[in-house]
């Protein structure tokens, strides 16, 4: 007699397409509502949005493995941004003066927005 294997665990591709919808449909309220949508919503929707198409998209080419190599380091440099303008705010609200890397750090998240850009533009 054979029996069936324990239930198992979603896979994460469909947990993270399902997140994500989840995601969109809060903040939608939160719009109809006139509500801010919270920061920690917009980035873990970037999150898998990312996660999603780097999922999808296999490279063929040697140029098409750099050029994710590099989409990850620049990917990996904003979120380091993020999480230092994050804390360069909470010492601005607590009267401290944030240092002047963060104009550098701005500037990489900014270059991280021209790399997606660019990377979309070329395989739409």
Same mark, same amino acid.
Request: overall charge negative; glycine content about 0%; hydrophobic content about 50%.
């Given at each position: %007699?054979?029996? *069936?294997p324990p239930l198992g665990i979603m896979p994460r591709k469909l947990h993270d397409e399902s997140r994500l919808k989840a995601l969109y449909l809060a903040a939608a309220r939160y719009n109809?509502?006139? *509500?801010?949508?919270?920061?920690?919503? #917009?980035?873990? %929707?970037?999150?898998?949005?990312?996660? &999603?198409? &780097?999922?999808e998209w296999k490279p063929k080419t040697l140029e098409e493995r750099l050029l994710g190599v590099l989409f990850d380091f620049f990917k990996a440099l904003a979120f380091i941004a993020l999480a230092y303008l994050f804390a360069c705010y909470a010492l601005s609200l607590a009267g401290e003066s944030p240092p002047l890397t963060t &104009?550098? %750090?701005?500037?990489?998240? #900014?270059v991280l927005k021209g790399v997606r850009e660019w990377w979309e533009s070329r395989h739409a």
């Open positions: %007699m054979e029996t *069936k109809q509502a006139e *509500k801010t949508v919270p920061a920690e919503w #917009a980035d873990e %929707m970037l999150e898998l949005e990312v996660s &999603l198409e &780097l999922h &104009l550098v %750090m701005a500037a990489s998240y #900014a």
